[in-house]
């Protein structure tokens, strides 16, 4: 595996958006809850776009759990026209506050130290939302949705594939139907009627992306449950008295390890590919959660409004993370291949 550079430059790029993801708000320009500080004099700012602001003191201090869902209590911002920054006598700071055009004097004592600077890396969109920080934050709502929507579907695949292969009947019978009638409708129709069902929200989104993808774990699961339970090693087991719990548990599921693997990476990408439609098409998390789908589908306008790249970075975000995880796929395939032609 040490040696497969497609399974290799697959798992180093997933790497990198998971470190991302962890370091979040800790990376992140804004470290409001989402990212979703919302000033709209800086909006539609271009490419390192710079902008000048003043703070007011925190009433608490920072939490413990800063880096898990951001600084929810962090002072009231107020932007600053630059070159209007003068300190005065008697603790006085001067300004012309750049929303009301106004000039504003504040005792020193009320704010944090100094005139303060942020550097819009990849712009703002039209509510002033830093770009950058929204996509570090997105990367977790992606990932997340994928990684548990993947379980999700792994484990109603793989029960539901376990006994139809291996008690066959009436039993595979109605499982086959059910796989055929859910294979016969395509995945994002499904994951829409359910998103529709259930709503808005993380976990709405979690459950409805889940619920569409375990179609084709039960298939497989199904078809090579079949081929093992006629082998010597899963009849010795009935002869000597195994419950079928433990059979299927203990003895056809551990060899089915590497194919549930590469389903678990088809799975996983689909489920990204698949959340970020849902929030394209308004179907997916909440607005203010900064979902890659959502943000490409926000500033879609900009496309032709002379900032294509408020669009193109989110829809890059999700093109880079889903080719990861299929050319991780891929080399996975390669090595099964290589294990049976030995």
Known sequence: MAKNVLFIGGLSVCLFFILVGILGYGIAVDSSPNANQIMPEWSSKSLNSTVYYVQ????EPLKWYFWISGDATQGE???VKPNTYTVEKEGIVAFTNEKTGLQTRIAANLLEPGLKVRKFRLGSDHFGRDIYSRLVIGSRIS???GFFAMLISLIIGIIIGLLSGYFGGKLDVFFTWLITVFWSVPT???ALGLSAFLGKGFFQV????GLSSWVEVARVVRGQTMQLRKREFILSAQITGFSHFRIMFKHI???LFGTLTVLATTNFAAAILLEAGLSFLGLGVSPTTPSWGMMVKD???YLVMGKPYLA???????????MAFNLMTMGLKNEEEKQLMR
């Open 312 to 322: 193109i970075i989110p829809g890059l975000a999700i093109m880079f993370l889903v």
């Open 56 to 59: 007011y003191k925190r009433m």
């Open 143 to 145: 990932l997340s949705i």
């Open 299 to 301: 500033n879609l306008g």
């Open 253 to 255: 599921l551990p060899n």
């Open 77 to 79: 911002i107020v932007s």
């Open 188 to 190: 994002l129709l499904i």
């Open 206 to 209: 979690l459950i409805a992306t």
